[in-house]
């Protein structure tokens, strides 16, 4: 890694560089990764950014690296019943610009998620990768998570 990485909380001036990165790790060819880019601040994501900040249980995080930000997760606090109680955190929407994957942003990402919900007193993470994604599911693997629970969606909108 050239430049250190540093993490914090995204702002509402993130928001376009995190729909950006977002839109780069679904996107088909450049062409669509630089679309996403210069999309800017749509008012969907920005909706979404002031509900998610609203909500005490939601943490977006992005990774800087040269004053740029290069990627970005979200944490969530989920408390509950099973486990005798066992706060859980949820990981999600895990994304490193592809241009810098296998560059330790990913791992430092996580470390930072890790130690942040031992801080909020999560006694266990979890998150979900798509099938179809063997190098991310081969780095979590690397990192200690295990595959325990086949996952199910369903769309209401």
């Known amino acids: 890694m050239s430049a250190e ?3 914090r909380e995204a ?9 950006a990165l977002i ?8 062409l669509d990764a630089a679309a996403a880019e210069a999309e800017g601040l749509h008012p969907a994501y920005a909706a979404a950014f002031r509900r998610l900040a609203a909500s005490e249980a939601n943490h977006l995080f ?5 004053g740029r930000i290069v990627g970005t997760y979200q944490l ?3 408390p509950g019943i099973a486990e005798r109680g066992r706060t859980r955190g949820k990981i999600e929407s895990v994304h ?5 994957r ?9 470390r930072h998620a890790i ?14 990768s798509n099938k179809s994604r063997t190098d991310a599911h081969r780095f979590y693997e690397r990192l200690g998570f295990a595959r325990s629970h086949e996952g199910f969606k369903m769309a209401l909108d």
């Open 5 to 7: 990485v540093t993490l």
């Open 11 to 19: 702002t509402v001036a993130d928001v376009p560089r995190i729909a």
């Open 23 to 30: 839109a780069m790790g679904d996107a088909k060819s450049p």
């Open 62 to 66: 992005v990774a800087e690296q040269g």
């Open 76 to 78: 969530t606090v989920l």
């Open 96 to 100: 490193v610009d592809p241009t810098l």
């Open 102 to 110: 296998r560059s330790g942003i990913g791992a430092a990402m996580m």
């Open 115 to 128: 130690a942040t919900a031992r801080d909020k007193g999560i006694g266990l993470v979890e998150l979900s």
